[in-house]
């Protein structure tokens, strides 16, 4: 009965890779997001996604792409992986709109070597 | 910009003590707290939230306290116990349509 689940917990690639971290909610929400989390415990947004539709769009490399195939799934694509680019990284999910209660996934852990 | 931030980036509670974890924000015109508890190796989750409109709200075991005049937000655990050692991060909403923002986190550990 998990709510927010992202799939893969772990992954460890090279420099150079492209990855995907896939997610799901069956809350029933309108709204999904992907956030970074630094080494510093830092949450920062990257994308968020109502209905499928972009809304966010930080200022994120363009080699990370999100994808929505559904308002139920929103994936995470990163091209070109750099040493950067490790960190965790979390799904989570929404009411329509912004500013409501968010329900984070249990995180992915990406490590660039 | 706007910014939430944390007077304690960590604090060492005894167990059975209280503790006391302190956000400010910058934000006037934020109408929404949240305090999220980020245990080691998960997703941080939803705790206790507060609107603008209220001063005071309660959960088990927790406490949430708004002070707008000086936006200040803080939680308070009572009977502080082992399970509650994790990274503590409060959140706002500034304006109605804006995403949450969240502050850099306080570290609690429960010292047995």
């Known amino acids: 009965d998990t709510a927010v689940s992202q799939t893969p917990k772990y992954l460890v690639t090279q420099m150079g890779n492209d990855k995907s971290i896939k997610c799901e909610q069956n809350?029933?929400?309108?709204?999904m997001y992907w956030y970074k989390q630094d080494s510093k415990k830092f949450l920062k947004i990257m994308f968020s996604?109502?209905?499928?539709?972009?809304?966010i769009n930080e200022t994120v490399p363009n080699r990370f792409s999100p994808k929505s195939p559904d308002k139920a799934h929103l994936n995470l694509h990163i091209n070109s992986l750099e040493l950067g680019d490790s960190a965790v990284y979390f799904c989570?999910?929404?009411?329509?709109?912004?500013?409501?209660?968010?329900?984070f996934g249990e995180g992915s852990w990406l490590t660039v070597v | 910009g706007e910014s939430v931030g944390l007077h304690l980036p960590t604090l060492s509670v005894q167990e059975g003590d209280n503790s006391i974890i302190n956000c400010a924000y910058s934000?006037?015109?934020?109408?929404?707290f949240i305090w999220y508890k980020q245990e080691s190796g998960k997703g941080p989750q939803f705790i206790i939230d507060?609107?603008?409109?209220?001063d005071k709200r309660q959960g088990q075991r927790v406490t949430v306290l708004l002070n707008k005049t000086v936006k200040h937000l803080s939680l308070q655990i009572a009977a502080t116990q082992p399970g509650d050692s994790a990274v503590y991060f409060c959140?706002?909403?500034?304006?109605?349509?804006?995403?949450?923002?969240f502050g850099k986190g306080t570290r609690l550990s429960v010292i047995a």
């Open positions: 934000n006037s015109a934020s109408d929404y």
């Open positions: 959140a706002e909403n500034p304006t109605g349509n804006t995403p949450l923002v």
């Open positions: 989570a999910s929404s009411r329509q709109g912004l500013g409501n209660t968010i329900y």
């Open positions: 996604y109502n209905n499928k539709e972009l809304i």
């Open positions: 809350l029933g929400h309108d709204t």
């Open positions: 507060i609107r603008s409109n209220m």
